[in-house]
């Protein structure tokens, strides 16, 4: 019981941690045009998580000699599966590893909890509506040819590409958000956002002089979408800059697989109803 409290406190603070200085998208409040279940959504989701909690955590995570929760010291077992399943240019050019099938399986590993976390949620907030304007079918169409964009790009264009493999959704995701912003970008999205709930408290204290309930504290802000991914974008375009400049990848992170897939959401017009391409083409309301 205190193991759970512990655990679940440590999430809570390292949230709130990740959500101070940076929006952290939780919701888009926007209405769906057609209703869709997002099925193909959860699905990912699901997949995604199953994927880590069955095969991967158990090769990073264990129970130590009295029975405590430890992060495994010996990751040999997990280094394995990464270059095996993981993208990377080595895998495609000496046909090592599943071959040509980590294109799609590197979008469904994750290197710890939160890279995993971060993603789904990121999944969950833009792929609803982005699922809603293509159909389930086609959403997950246009979700796995963007993550295979993005690795292409990551191989492409990072010249460290070589010397380790790419795992996660981001790529994939980093296309949705890229189509949310093309066909959504008047939308407001909820953040979990510290320092942005601390401005906003001192507006809202003299507002309530002027307006009868009107709350003064709120966790969540709601941001432009256009805003919110500009940041993304910017927070993506230097550090690969940075990797491209230095031949050495900044922070370990795949910074231009997810620049790749965010330009590869122009494709999302191909997958799109043909009714909602019409509307937008014509400049009307999505």
């Given amino acids: ?32 045009r057609y209703r869709t279940v997002p099925w193909t959504t959860l699905l990912l989701i699901m997949v995604n998580t ?68 971060g993603n789904m949620i990121y999944l969950w907030t833009f792929g609803r509506r982005v699922e809603d304007a293509c159909g389930s079918w086609r959403f997950l169409g246009f979700y796995l040819l963007v993550g295979m964009l993005a690795g292409m790009g990551f191989v492409l264009l990072d010249p460290s590409s070589n010397e380790g493999a790419a795992v996660g959704a981001s790529g994939a995701i980093s296309g949705v958000m890229g189509a949310y912003l093309l066909l959504f970008p008047g939308a407001r999205v909820s953040c979990l956002w510290g320092i942005g709930s601390l401005i906003r408290t001192p507006v809202a204290v003299v507002g309530v002089s002027l307006e009868k309930n009107q709350k003064i504290w709120k966790w969540t802000v709601s941001l432009p979408a256009w805003v919110l991914l500009i940041l993304y974008v910017i927070q993506n375009a230097i550090p690969s800059i940075e990797t491209i400049q230095s031949d050495v990848e900044v922070g370990g992170v795949a910074y231009l697989a997810h620049l790749s897939g965010f330009l590869a959401a122009l494709t999302v017009f191909f997958f799109v109803r043909k009714d909602l391409l019409m509307r937008y083409l014509y400049g009307r309301a999505l």
Wanted: with cysteine; aromatic share 16%.
């Fill in 1 to 32: 019981m205190c193991l759970a409290i512990l655990i679940l406190a440590l999430f809570l603070l390292t949230l709130l941690a990740m959500s101070f200085l940076v929006p952290l998208p939780v919701n888009d409040s926007g209405l769906t």
């Fill in 50 to 117: 199953l994927i880590f909690v069955l095969w991967v955590a158990p090769d990073l995570y264990g129970r130590g000699p009295n029975d405590e929760f430890i992060v495994q010291t010996d990751f040999e077992d997990y280094i394995t599966k990464v270059n095996v399943y993981g993208y990377s240019e080595t895998t495609l050019r000496r046909g090592t590893g599943v071959g040509a099938f980590v294109t799609f399986s590197h979008m469904f590993m994750h290197a710890d909890f939160w890279h995993l976390f």
